[in-house]
């Protein structure tokens, strides 16, 4: 979820273009969804975290060499009840991340499920990446690496195994952003100076 290496969260530079990049989080409930978002917006973690309700909108811009993106951040809620929203959600989206836990294969086949689903009904622009997460529970892992790279690549995916505690490939690590997909996909792109901000 975070941006490539140059990507710098306060921008101090005269940026020149402007790119908002509509991002969903998807996955089981509990698997760090919330706190993914959390340490790539505020780089913080919360053992505590409570569970979402419905969804949460967070925003971040990122400057990405002379763009500035605005990341417009859903956050799902994992938990059934509110699977039927979830399209609200992903309508639109320009990449999607579906969460699972490493320790927890119920959410790995969950988290297929998603991506069937993503495939099937979001955007055929999408561009959908799958984050292993809680990678710093190694002992507990039940998910192997390879298992979850070999079903990425033969379905399309971006893959990357993260931890929201310990920052593991959220704040420097190659997350879907308009500079990472291969598809054409920001939403609306124009210079400051079309804006006048
Ligand atoms: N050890 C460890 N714990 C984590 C990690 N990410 C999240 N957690 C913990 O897992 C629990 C659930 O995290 P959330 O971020 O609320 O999970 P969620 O996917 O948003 O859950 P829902 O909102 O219910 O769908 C919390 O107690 C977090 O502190 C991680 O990378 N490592
Ligand atoms: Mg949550």
């Known amino acids: 979820m975070a941006t490539r290496g140059s990507g710098r969260p306060n921008c101090t530079l005269p940026q020149t273009k402007i790119c908002q990049f509509k991002l969903v989080l998807l996955g089981d409930m509990a698997v760090g969804k919330s706190s993914l978002v959390l340490r790539f ?3 913080q973690f919360d053992e505590f975290q409570e569970t979402t309700i419905g969804a ?3 925003a971040q811009s990122v400057c990405l060499d002379d763009t500035t993106v605005k990341f417009e951040i859903w956050d799902t809620a994992g938990q059934e009840r509110y699977h039927s929203l979830a399209p609200m959600y992903y309508r639109g989206a320009q990449a999607a991340i579906v969460v699972f836990d490493i320790t927890k294969p119920e959410t790995f086949e969950r988290a297929k499920a998603w991506v069937k689903e993503l495939q099937r009904q979001a955007s055929p622009n999408i561009v959908i990446a799958l984050a292993g997460n809680k990678a710093d529970l190694a002992e507990k892992r039940l998910v192997e690496y390879e298992e979850a790279q070999t079903y990425s690549e033969d379905t399309g995916l971006l893959f990357m195994e993260t931890s929201a505690k310990t920052a593991m ?3 420097n ?3 879907p952003s ?6 054409p996909t920001p ?3 124009h210079t400051q100076h079309d804006t006048g901000a």
């Open 41 to 43: 917006v505020k780089g």
């Open 169 to 171: 490939n959220v704040t």
């Open 173 to 175: 690590c190659s997350w």
């Open 56 to 58: 949460a909108f967070l």
């Open 187 to 189: 939403r609306t792109l």
């Open 178 to 183: 308009p500079k990472r997909c291969q598809k």
